[in-house]
Every structure is written in structure tokens, then in C-alpha cells.
């Protein structure tokens, strides 16, 4: 079957929704399905390494929404140079992430005539723009979809909204042959007398990271300067985070940047203990699902889309551990018990 994906989230900017494409393509091609993803291009990004059946159109660009940078595809000719790609290749099935946003995905499903099928990837409130342009799209754009899906339930009541209809709830996956315990810790992070507290993921101002570096001064006191936070993953606003940091805790707050993706399961090999300090506004969290199946302990904020919804399970306010670290969760939890959110 010839299966276009569309999507403005794509390598080389890391991301729950980059890899949740990368692994569905991998997956198609592995059933033997003809698959083509389309996608932006990046002004200052390596994308050669990316790119078999990868098609580009446009520029990304990041934007602020929903207390995160998110790319957004803007181009003069997006409209023209997708129904070109549409008729080369005259897919069966069009795929389309985040349907609803502008520019790109809504282009695509607008152009399509072949059977679409649409993800929803985000949760987020209601605001007044947002009610006048979902629903233009509820109208001319979403209805078009012959099948959605959610990846979470959290993501689908918060599409529910603004786009009545039957939805299907498929949950990120993450590889277990790629994230597992027995991947190897990078050496150089390996010290009996540091635990490392590890942070994953873009930072943007949802993730709460500013929250984690509040609470590591109390953390470091509270540990004998045991604590060591690593913190994977870069944004805009990353000077920002590091001038949050004071001198005195600068041997303890190390700033990774973006890693090699081939590397990302030894970092999580490499923690003690994963933390998601982020404040709302998650669908899932794929990086708590990466963590544990790296046999990391998560701790966790308690939110929505941190709920483990078939298990009615939350990770929040508590430790997710695997059972033969159970008997070290009150130690543990100590250590992380200064992390403070800001009240609702």
C-alpha cells in the first residue's frame, strides 16, 4: 500500500511526535508498505541522515504555542507543491499528525483524495482563538478524516472539544529492543558518589524544568551533595535555565544539550532517577514510557497526560518503581520532595 505521512514535527528536531513518525514509518516499511514522509526543512539542521523517503516542502520555523516552541512549515507555494507529491506518488492512505494545525497538516488534508487518517497529538484549553478557528476547521478540514486518533485519552477530550466524533485511543509505543536495562551507562557520568537525576526533553517552559532547578539547592542539602542533575536537550531558552543556576551548584546542574538519538538509551541507562517536573498541558509523556522501559525510576508531576489511563495509575506525586527498587522509595522520594509546583 502507498502510505504518505505528513507531519511538521521531524528529524533533526527531536520530539515525542518525531518519533512516534519515524517508528510507525519503520514499522510499515518492515510489513511492506511503500511509506513517504512529508515534512519541512530545517534552515540550520542536518537532515541527510534522515533522509530515505523523506520528502521536504517549505521551511520550519518554531513557534510559542501551548507553553512550548512547536514547528510550523510556512512556505509561498505549500498548497501547489503538495498537490504535486499527492499526484507523484498517488497514495492510498494519507496520514496526517496534529490535522489540525496550521500550515502544513491542514494543507494536506484540505488537498488529499485518497482515505486519510488523522493523529492528535496535543492537549490543551479552550481560548477564544481557538474556538473561532477549530471551528472553520471542525467545518472545511477535520470532517474530511475517515478515521482519528488520539494518543491518549487526555489528548482526545481535550480534541473533543472542538471536534465532535469517533475516536480511536492509540497509545505512544517506544522500542524495547532499543530501551531496555541491560543497555550500558555512559562511563564518564558513573561515580558511586553522585546520584544522577535526569531530565529529558526541549525546554520549554511546560516541562518545569525551572521548577526542578528551584527545588536543587534544597535537593544537594538534603542528599550531602550527593545529587548530580544531567539535563538532556536544548531550546531557545536554555541560557536562560543555565543563568538560573548560582555558582555554588554548578558542580551539580550539568546542561547536555541535544545528544545523538543512537545515544538517547544510555543517558536513560546513565540516571539513578528520571524526573518530569512538567506543569500540564501533556498528552502522554513518551519520555516516562522511555524511562521506564529502561528500568529507570520515574518520578513524576501529576498531571493529566501523566496518567496511565487503562491502569487508572498515576505517575505524579509518587515513584514508579520497578519491584526490586521498591524497598528504596521512601529514600528516594526524600530526595525529590523539595520539587515545588506553583498553585493551580
Known sequence: MRIGIVTQSY?????????HVHHTAVELRRRGHEVTIITGRF???????????????????????????????????????????????????LHTHSPNAP?????????????????FHTTAGRSLLQDLFCGYLARTTIRRLDRSIAVSKTAEASTRLYYPGDYRVIPNGVDVERFHPAVEPIERWQDPE??????????????GLQY?????????????????????????LRTRFEAQVTPA?????????????????????????????????ESF??????????????????????????????LGSRLMLPPWLEPRRAQLMQHLSPIRMPAA
Not at 518554531?62 to 506518488?89: C, E, K, W
Not at 500550515?103 to 488523522?118: D, H, T
Not at 551548584?249 to 544510555?266: K, N
Not at 513518551?286 to 501529576?302: C, F, R, S
Open 194 to 207: 553522585f546520584i544522577n537525576l535526569l531530565f529529558v526533553g526541549r525546554l520549554d517552559p511546560r516541562k
Open 103 to 119: 500550515s502544513l497538516p491542514v494543507l494536506a488534508v484540505q488537498e488529499a483524495w485518497c482515505a486519510q487518517v488523522g493523529t
Open 285 to 314: 509523556g513518551i519520555v516516562l514510557v522511555e524511562a521506564m522501559a529502561a528500568g529507570v525510576p520515574v518520578v513524576a508531576t501529576d498531571i493529566p497526560g501523566f496518567t496511565v489511563d487503562e491502569a487508572k495509575d498515576h
Open 43 to 93: 534552515r540550520d539542521g542536518d537532515e541527510e541522515r534522515h533522509e530515505q523517503g523523506v520528502e521536504r516542502i517549505g521551511t520550519n520555523i518554531m513557534v510559542p504555542f501551548n507553553r512550548a516552541f512547536i514547528d510550523f512549515t510556512v512556505g509561498f507555494s505549500l498548497r501547489q507543491q503538495l498537490r504535486r507529491l499527492f499526484h507523484t506518488y498517488n497514495f492510498e492512505v
Open 249 to 281: 551548584l554548578r558542580g551539580h546542574i550539568h546542561f547536555l544539550g541535544h545528544v545523538p538519538s543512537a545515544d538517547l538509551p544510555r543517558w536513560y541507562a546513565t540516571g539513578d532517577i528520571f524526573v518530569s517536573p512538567a506543569s500540564g498541558n
Open 11 to 19: 528529524y533533526p528536531r527531536y520530539g515525542g511526535v518525531t518519533e
Open 212 to 236: 526542578l532547578l528551584a527545588a536543587m539547592p534544597e535537593i544537594v542539602e538534603g542528599t550531602a551533595g550527593r545529587a548530580r542533575l544531567l539535563v538532556v536537550g536544548d531550546s531557545y
